[in-house]
């Protein structure tokens, strides 16, 4: 038990190491035209698919061309990172969190290049807006002495310049097809675990001021909880579970005062939005709270509560990395968990994966939680578990 319990703490001490300051990496970004066009986009599939800290974005356009062969600049605007303790030499040419840039326009791969200029800010709407940053056939591009120098003046470690990646693509007359890829890095905060914004409100500035065709599927992995922002969207029933899981309403205050959002659990699976003369008006807004926030969330008022029971109650609230449930000086003693505690958290991979319990008090406990969807064809196996799930069922088999 002694093995098992210091590689837990020693994993969790590790990452809340670093999750004590938020750091902001990335944001995704539609393709823009940069200057005046006639072209619209009639159909646009946006995939965003995590893989560990990292996501992986697919973007598959359709634009139309109405009249003759043209060339047209086309951008993608990258907002820059803050709080990342970058030298400022590594922010510069490329965005040092995005990678495999790559977009192919009618079968034909292009290159591209990168301007740096004046940063964007988000109005009172929360879009965000930029300045005009080209003009007279040329980008107001900063140099590397300039964006170093502005780090340097800049509060809290922000970067006051942004990454405009832009290259030239022919559009024939009738239909093109465009295709995007490229990665970036996970941000994460002091009360997420988690999250990433994705600026959907510049495919508005295509001739057609919308998208005629949109469909958004996003995959965070399996046994994943997550909440997306109810900005573009109004009820969870317009998205399409592709998979095991559910999605409910949610309202904390503690993540957006004005508006509310949807937590989606999904045991297996992802999730998909789709929507005809798509006019987006809001931004895409991914978070997951660690299990800290919930805690503290759940019971800021309710001090004389034990933490053995704080934590078996947070744990209700979404599906949590297992070597999360221990972080490194959150309890002020080594908590003393009763027998039926310490069967809940055994048991915890077991129900992440739907088993269906015949003891009356797991299935009790694990029916009231918000995430639990049994799962008929699991019985109980734990081949396919990590090691820091194994290594979990024997902490909490040892006595």
């Known amino acids: 038990m002694r093995r098992a319990t210091i590689l837990l703490l020693f994993c969790l001490s590790a990452f809340f190491a670093f999750a ?7 944001a995704g970004n539609q393709l823009i035209p940069i200057t005046e066009t006639d072209i619209s986009v009639k159909k646009e599939v946006l995939t965003i698919n995590r893989v560990g800290d990292h996501l992986e974005v697919t973007v598959y356009y359709e634009f139309f061309n109405p009249v003759g062969e043209k060339e047209l600049l086309v951008g993608f605007e990258a907002q820059s990172p803050y709080n990342s303790s970058l030298d400022p030499i590594a922010l510069f040419p490329n965005h040092p969190h995005m990678r ?11 290159q591209y290049e990168i301007a740096h ?43 006051p310049f942004d990454y405009v990646y832009h290259f030239k693509a022919k559009f024939r007359p009738g239909l093109n097809i465009v295709q995007h890829t490229y990665e970036y890095d996970l941000s994460f905060s002091v009360g997420e675990e988690f999250e990433f914004p994705y600026v959907l409100t510049a495919a508005n500035r295509w001739a057609n001021h919308q998208i005629d065709d949109f469909t958004l599927n996003i995959n965070m992995g399996d046994r994943e909880s997550f909440r997306i922002k109810k900005s573009f969207f109004e009820k969870p029933v317009e998205w ?42 809001g931004e895409l807004f991914i978070a997951k709270d660690h299990l800290i926030a919930c805690l503290w969330s759940d019971w800021k008022d309710e001090e004389n509560i034990p933490v053995e029971e704080k934590l078996i109650t947070g744990l209700k609230s979404q599906y949590f990395a297992l070597d999360t449930a221990f972080i490194s000086g959150f309890f002020e003693e080594t908590p003393k968990f009763s027998p039926n505690q310490r069967r809940i958290l055994r048991n915890l991979p077991f129900a992440y994966r739907g088993y269906k319990f015949k003891n009356k008090q797991l299935r ?4 009231s939680t918000q995430w639990y969807i049994l799962n008929p064809k699991y019985k109980g196996e734990m081949e396919g578990f990590s090691e820091k799930e194994k290594a979990w069922v024997i902490l909490w088999s040892e006595k």
């Open 20 to 26: 004590n300051d938020g750091v902001f990496y990335a």
């Open 100 to 110: 495999n840039f790559n977009v192919v326009v009618n079968g034909e791969p292009l």
């Open 117 to 159: 200029v004046q940063t964007g800010r988000y109005d009172e709407n929360e879009k965000y807006v930029l300045p005009p940053y080209y003009s007279n056939g040329q980008f107001k591009d900063w140099s590397k002495k300039q964006c170093e120098d502005s780090l340097k003046a800049w509060d809290y470690n922000a970067v």
């Open 240 to 281: 399409s579970i592709n998979g095991l899981g559910m999605a409910t309403n949610c309202d904390w205050p503690s993540w957006d005062t004005v508006k509310s959002g949807v937590i989606f659990h999904l045991q297996e699976g992802g999730i998909s939005f789709h929507k005809q003369n798509f006019h987006p008006d």
């Open 364 to 367: 009790k406990y694990f029916e």
